[in-house]
């Protein structure tokens, strides 16, 4: 089955730039989502990207998948203490979602 | 999108007892999933939710364990039975529309402690 991959800690300083990397095995994957956790909190869809598409911007998140590599990336940009909480990378198989372990990204002041 | 509610959402729950969760969503929905979340893993979906005909689970989960119902098309509810301290986790429910995009939007999560 499709396995996701992703570090699980990340920590950067208020304003800087986050990078959060996912790899997947699966190559037929059509959409690739990226979700936030809150603590105590459901998931919520942040972005997705269509397979087909290199890159997708939207305000201070930006997408990047290489496919060839099967690698996908979440940049947040002006990173804030409130971006602070668990990433988790998503790939779409035929009618479910595989989930990555989560990247817990910790931004300080 | 669609708005999702969970009851509880949180239980401490005795060994050998079970737990009923409740999942509603605001609108009409095609697909409703039920994911287990253990402390620092991730995601694994437990089952889908069909309405009107039996769910369908995941390799590792059973009818016996986990029954499934979803009366209507925004209802759907999880039950753990005979509860052991492994099924300590956050359980979380989710919904969808079928189709080649496919987005899924998350309930916040039962916390359920098994002692």
């Known amino acids: 089955g499709e396995d996701v991959e992703q570090s699980l800690f990340l920590s950067v300083r208020e304003g800087d730039s986050s990078v959060i990397n996912c790899t997947y095995t699966?190559?037929?994957?059509?959409?690739l989502y990226w979700y936030k956790q809150e603590p105590g909190a459901g998931l919520q869809l942040l972005t997705y990207i269509f397979s087909n598409m290199d890159m997708k911007q939207d305000q201070r998140l930006t997408v990047l998948l290489n496919k060839k590599d099967k690698h996908l990336s979440l940049r947040i940009a002006d990173t804030q203490t409130g971006d602070s909480a668990i990433y988790f990378c998503?790939?779409?198989?035929?009618?479910?979602?595989?989930f990555g372990k989560g990247t817990m990204l910790l931004v300080s002041p | 999108s669609a708005v999702i509610s969970q009851k509880p959402s949180r239980d401490i729950c005795q060994r050998g007892t079970s737990l009923t969760i409740q999942c509603q969503v605001d609108?009409?929905?095609?697909?409703m999933f039920w994911y287990r979340q253990q402390p620092g893993q991730s995601l694994t979906l437990i089952a889908t939710a069909n309405q009107g005909s039996e769910a369908t689970y995941e390799s590792g989960f059973v009818i016996d364990k986990f029954p499934i119902s979803r009366p209507n098309l925004t209802f759907s509810t999880l039950t753990v039975s005979n509860m052991s301290p492994e099924d300590s986790s956050i359980y979380l429910c989710?919904?969808?529309?079928?189709?080649?995009?496919?987005?899924?939007?998350f309930g916040p999560g039962t916390r359920l402690t098994v002692t």
């Open positions: 609108s009409q929905v095609t697909m």
């Open positions: 998503a790939v779409q198989g035929y009618s479910t979602l595989t």
């Open positions: 699966d190559s037929s994957s059509t959409y």
């Open positions: 989710s919904a969808g529309t079928s189709g080649v995009l496919y987005e899924q939007y």
